[in-house]
């Protein structure tokens, strides 16, 4: 059953795909090298209506000193009444890497004042992976970049030749939650697509825009977690780093 609030169902409900961007900071903050609160608007396609926008709260030492794992809160919000749709909130904790044992990244998702799912590391060698799962901590879906080499590597050219079109184009890709997957060659049920920016973007801003594609037959609630996913790994992996608009 969809717990989610009335404005997410509203709009999330029927959707298949989203496309999320990030706004760019200013000049003025881009040449200091300001570490400015993670703005995103959200579309129903690239180019499309806009239908919700969220601007996350953060303290500045935090973004200052530790921006990759700052702690943070997020509700996206419906354009217009400004209703919550989600609410994402991050704890600290140590960066991603390979071989740890605690103190794992988590990422908690609420809508309409109830918890809907929450996104968690796993122990891993050399490929990031995380589980997502719903309010009652039953899995739903692995996620990880696209492998190869039996699961050892990240496979780069997943996404097209990366001297090509699948330049600057990064992926984590999302399996059933039952399924053992050891290859990226698996069959995939979603995705949450990092997409390149042109040349002027890429040198002046460190803006983002990720092409989102929900799993067939997901629920209201699984896809805004997928949402929430979606800024979550910006933060871990993307941002401040290289983008893609």
């Given at each position: 059953?969809?717990?989610g ?10 959707m ?10 200013g ?8 570490e ?33 794992i ?64 719903d ?67 890429e ?43």
């Amino acid at each position: 059953m969809d717990r989610g609030s009335d404005a997410l169902k509203a709009q999330v409900s029927d959707m298949r795909s989203v496309h999320m961007r990030q706004t760019r900071r200013g000049c003025f903050q881009e040449l200091l090298g300001c570490e400015a609160k993670s703005e995103f608007k959200y579309f129903k396609k690239e180019g499309g209506e806009q239908f919700a926008s969220s601007l996350e709260e953060s303290d500045l030492c935090c973004r200052l000193c530790c921006p990759m794992i700052r702690p943070f809160k997020t509700v996206v919000q419906e354009t217009g009444t400004l209703a919550e749709l989600l609410t994402i909130d991050r704890p600290l904790a140590c960066a991603p890497g390979g071989c740890k044992c605690c103190c794992f990244q988590e990422l908690n998702i609420s809508s309409g004042g109830r918890p809907i799912g929450k996104v968690e590391e796993q122990f891993f060698c050399c490929v990031p992976r995380f589980h997502i799962k719903d309010e009652n901590d039953q899995l739903l879906y692995k996620m990880h970049m696209p492998t190869c080499c039996g699961g050892m590597c990240i496979n780069v050219c997943a996404e097209g030749n990366p001297c090509g079109k699948g330049c600057c184009r990064q992926s984590f890709r999302l399996y059933p939650g039952n399924q053992e997957v050891t290859d990226g060659d698996a069959p995939y049920v979603g995705s949450i697509l990092k997409k390149p920016k042109s040349l002027l973007t890429e040198l002046l801003t460190d803006a983002n825009a990720f092409d989102v594609a929900f799993p067939p037959g997901a629920s209201t609630d699984e896809k805004a977690i997928v949402m929430g996913t979606t800024l979550f790994m910006n933060a871990l992996f993307f941002e401040g780093n290289e983008g893609g608009e």
